[in-house]
Nanobody, 126 residues
């Protein structure tokens, strides 16, 4: 069983930055593929960014490319989503997700993930 705890959400003005962190309880953080998803009110959940267990492969949704980065520290069992140049359309609940995968690849389909955090609210004001 993997427990994920997100932190770092809040309110930021458009153009500002936020740093979301996700800490995992799993004794072995590897090989866990990790991802961030978000869900805005009335919308379906969408993939924001994903990272392979070794950190060498990453994915970003077109809507966040060039603004967001994803990184992980396997020693600290943590994955970080750095949000820069925030836009009002980034407003959503952000979820961290994990799945065991030894193939060093990322996954973008939420159905592929077995473990989820409780979510953290991000609000970008215009």
């Amino acid at each position: 069983q993997v427990q994920l705890v997100e932190s770092g959400g809040g309110v930021v003005q458009a153009g500002g930055s936020l740093r979301l962190s996700c800490a995992a309880s799993e004794r072995s953080f590897t090989p866990l593929a990790m991802a961030w998803f978000r869900q805005a009110p009335g919308k379906e959940i969408e993939s924001v960014a994903a990272i392979s267990w070794m950190g060498s492969n990453t994915y970003f949704a077109d809507s966040v490319k060039g603004r967001f980065t994803i990184s992980r520290d396997n020693d600290k069992k943590m994955v970080v989503l750095q949000m820069n140049s925030a836009k009002p359309e980034d407003t959503a609940v952000y979820y961290c997700a994990a799945k065991f995968s030894a193939d060093n690849y990322y996954y973008t389909n939420p159905r592929e993930y077995d473990y989820w955090g409780q979510g953290t609210q991000v609000t970008v004001s215009s």
